[in-house]
Structure formats: C-alpha cells, structure tokens
C-alpha cells in the first residue's frame, strides 16, 4: 500500500472507532526502512543472524533541544557523520499529549532512522511519584508508544529511564515486557538496571526480545543476554569492546573521544 495513504487511512479508522482524530491527513516523506532486530541468546542479530553491536549516545528530550541553539535534526546529523549508529531520545511526562508520538516522535525516528541510527526512547519515570503511579506511567506511555509504533523496526523501548528501588522492580519490568508482548508488539523492550541478575544470572525475564541496560560492566552476567553500557563516559573503550556490548555515551561527553568507538559499530549487514 501506498505509505503517502496510511495517515488518511489510520485517521478514518479512528474516526470510525470513536477515537479521537488526532493528527491531520498529511503525506508523510518516504524514508529507508529499517533492518528488523531481534535477540537471540545474548546477542542482537538482523535478519540473516548477523550479529549487531551498536554504539552513540543519549540526547536531551524533543522539548529541552527545541529550547537550545541545536535542535534535534541537527544534533541527529552532527551524530550520524560522527558515526553514532543508535540515539537514547528521553521523553518527559510534561511533553506527552495526544498527538506526541506521531507528530514530534514519529519525525524524529524517521530522520534518525534514515541516518543510520537505531532510536531507544526512554520514558523519563518521576521519582518523586510513588512506585505504583510510575508503574502506572511508565505503562500508560508504553501504550500510547505502541499504538503508533508497534513493530517498527528502528525503534527499541526503555519503559523506565530510571531505576526504582523496590522489591517489585523485577515484576514492574516484567509487566512492561508483558504489555509490550499483549499488542504483538516485536519492539526490544530495554531493563534499565537488572539488578536482580547480579545473584540470579539465570532469572531473565520472560519473553522474546529484552536487552538490558547497565551503568557499568563489573558485576553483570554479560554472556546471558544483550547488554547496554548506558552513560559511557569514554574512560576504557577497550574494555567495551572486549565485553562485546553496546554502548551509550552520556550527552554531556565530547564525541570526538568516542569516534574510534563509535565507528567499529556492526549495523545490519
């Protein structure tokens, strides 16, 4: 089917399901497609079992970069030509309405996507909320993500941008991947902080397709499953590389001591 038809398509339906009309019939810009990823064993492979291994980093959310002197489209060029090849886009409640996904992130996955680079948007849960209102959500947002873009292939979910601490933090994350699975969803959910796999390495979460994101690498059963150094600061590039992981280097570092790094990514063959 014609791609510049979807959205008037996807608009009559929800018009005809009482939902409501929430984005305008607009062509949409046709963009390369990308590879679908999956996990398998402890590795992120294409579609032929290559094996995958990407590296970038973290940007500020949509509205903290409308509000620099870089705005996102070119944050996602400066990153591409400095050979990133997967962006973690952080979302805020505060920036979560009806048309969100589709009019501002929808964009923005595209022009990452067409660049090269995976996208993992992670939900910025609030801390200060109680345990059960950010499971609540964190669930909410993942919702609301997966109705637009549920498996897609350029875009991976962090349904907790931080860690909790609570005794439930296994069973809330099991929920996300549950949810995920229950909109047939193939999207890599991504853990935030598995810390119950430092004495079960065995106990990972049931389902297909999880990756998990860690601060550092000491400690991790990393030859369980696919693991993301999240916040790299740069510091043991050879360590990263001997561990076989991803990695995601904090916004605030320089990416021109990350370039060798960043350029032995191995993207879909």
């Known amino acids: 089917m014609n791609r510049l038809i979807l959205p008037l ?21 046709v963009v390369p497609q990308y590879c679908p ?23 500020p959310t949509l509205a903290e970069m ?19 090849r997967v962006v973690r886009l952080p979302v805020d409640q505060s920036e979560i309405t009806p048309t969100f ?12 996507n067409a660049l090269g680079m995976l996208v993992i948007l992670a939900y910025r849960n609030d801390l200060d909320e109680t345990v059960r209102k950010q499971g609540e959500a964190a ?13 897609a292939p350029g875009v991976w979910f962090e349904p907790f941008a931080r860690p909790i601490a609570t005794p439930k933090w296994r069973a809330m994350n099991q929920r996300m991947v549950d949810v995920a699975r229950g909109f047939r969803a193939d999207n890599v959910i991504v853990v935030n902080a598995p810390d119950w796999l430092r004495d079960a390495p065995n106990e990972r979460l049931t389902g297909s397709n999880v990756a998990y994101a860690v601060p550092a690498l000491d400690g991790w059963p990393l030859d369980a499953a696919p693991f993301i150094l999240t916040d790299f600061d740069g ?13 995601i280097a ?7 001591g990350l370039l060798a790094l960043w350029r032995t990514s191995k993207p879909c063959e």
């Open 9 to 29: 398509i996807g608009c009559l339906l929800c018009a005809c399901s009482g939902r409501p009309l929430v984005v305008a019939a607009t062509p949409t810009p």
């Open 37 to 59: 990823l999956r996990v398998e064993g402890r590795w992120v492979v294409d579609a032929g079992g290559n094996v995958v291994i990407l590296h970038g980093a973290s940007l």
């Open 66 to 84: 409308a509000q620099s002197d870089r705005d996102a489209a070119q944050r996602l060029r400066e990153l591409a030509a400095a050979g990133a």
């Open 101 to 112: 996904v589709p009019a501002a992130v929808s964009p923005f996955i595209d022009q990452a």
């Open 139 to 151: 669930e909410d947002w993942l919702r609301l993500a997966l109705t637009y873009l549920r498996n």
């Open 235 to 247: 510091a043991d590039v050879g360590a990263v590389q001997a561990a076989q992981v991803w990695s």
């Open 250 to 256: 904090s916004e605030a570092v320089q990416p021109a």
